[in-house]
């Protein structure tokens, strides 16, 4: 008697065709394995007894052999979904993923279509972090989409672990603390995160860092080890001087030195500060008292870390 290892989205049919060339093979498993049943959902993983040489199509099976297949038409659900809340947000990962997960607390409950053939997940949320992970039960030729639905807020909400591409917010989303540490995914999503305070995106991997200037209650942000260039990071110092109203104070973590001197800048004809390098914007941050009534700048970077100190 063989011992069969069932591999991500075989059903029983699939299992027959490849040890047999045939589904009628089905009659087999069920013989050699008395607790299974036609009801049964197989899982990755899974060992199946069935007589060896027992073969009802030889063709078939020859040439699966030869060509590696491996049949796995999966169980399937029905499309459409239909979700009680309206959609908030969603990301896309590579077609080849076999897996995601991500964390998230807060209020209100959340419904998560997976983007693969299981029923859409509902999730009541509270102050204690749930981590959510998923193995996806089919392939798809195209980038997958998984897609986050209901009425909720969330206190924190951390997608290290989900592999996104790209991730998109149909709408302002309340959300205090944000990580996406690692990977690689541009940021233009950031200006929809609605009361954030605490957002980590170490070695991160993204082009641009000007959205993160919309983002103006920030008072942490952590860019450690991040993959961005100095120019990206001298464009975001620039842009939090030129356009600080309504900014809080912030404690930021930067993953180079900026360019140019820790220095005053110099004064157009009417008495403004005009930085040009990113150390330029630092000096202005850690220095402009008005931008530092309510509490203290602080701008880390590799080698030094400046911050305001009163006069």
Not at 10 to 31: C, K, R
Not at 119 to 138: C, E, I, K, Y
């Amino acid at each position: 008697m063989g011992k069969y290892t069932v591999t991500e989205g075989q059903n029983l049919y699939d299992v027959a065709l490849h040890l047999t060339g045939s589904i009628e093979g089905i009659v087999d498993l069920l013989i050699c394995n008395p607790a299974l049943s036609l009801a049964d959902t197989l899982r990755s993983g899974d060992e199946l007894f069935y007589t060896d040489g027992f073969v009802i199509n030889a063709d078939v099976v020859a040439r699966y052999r030869r060509e590696q297949i491996v049949p796995a038409g999966g169980e399937r659900n029905v499309y459409p979904k239909y979700p009680s809340g309206h959609r908030r947000s969603w990301f896309t990962l590579e077609a080849e993923q076999i897996s995601t997960s991500f964390s998230l607390s807060g209020n209100g409950s959340v419904e998560i279509d997976w983007g693969d053939n299981s029923p859409l997940g509902t999730v009541a949320l509270s102050s204690s972090v749930r981590h959510l992970g998923h193995r996806f039960d089919n392939t798809v030729a195209t980038p997958r989409q998984v897609r986050i639905y209901g009425d909720f807020t969330l206190q924190s909400l951390d997608l290290s672990g989900c592999g996104a591409r790209r991730i998109r917010l149909s709408e302002p989303l309340h959300c205090e603390r944000f990580s996406l540490c690692g990977g690689s995914c541009p940021l233009d999503f950031a200006p929809l995160l609605d009361g954030i305070f605490r957002m980590d995106l170490s070695r991160l991997s993204c082009g641009s860092l000007l959205p993160l200037a919309e983002c103006r209650q920030l008072m942490t942000l952590d860019l450690t080890d991040a993959d961005v260039s100095r120019a990206a990071v001298d464009e975001y110092l620039l842009r939090l001087v030129t356009h600080h109203y309504g900014r809080r104070n912030c404690d930021l973590t930067l993953p180079v030195v900026p360019s140019g001197t820790y220095t005053e800048p110099v004064r157009d004809a009417v008495g403004c500060y005009v930085p040009a390098t990113g150390l330029e914007a630092v000096w202005l941050l850690t220095h402009e008292e008005s931008w530092n009534e309510g509490g203290a700048w602080m701008v880390r970077t590799p080698e030094t870390c400046y911050r305001y100190n009163p006069r």
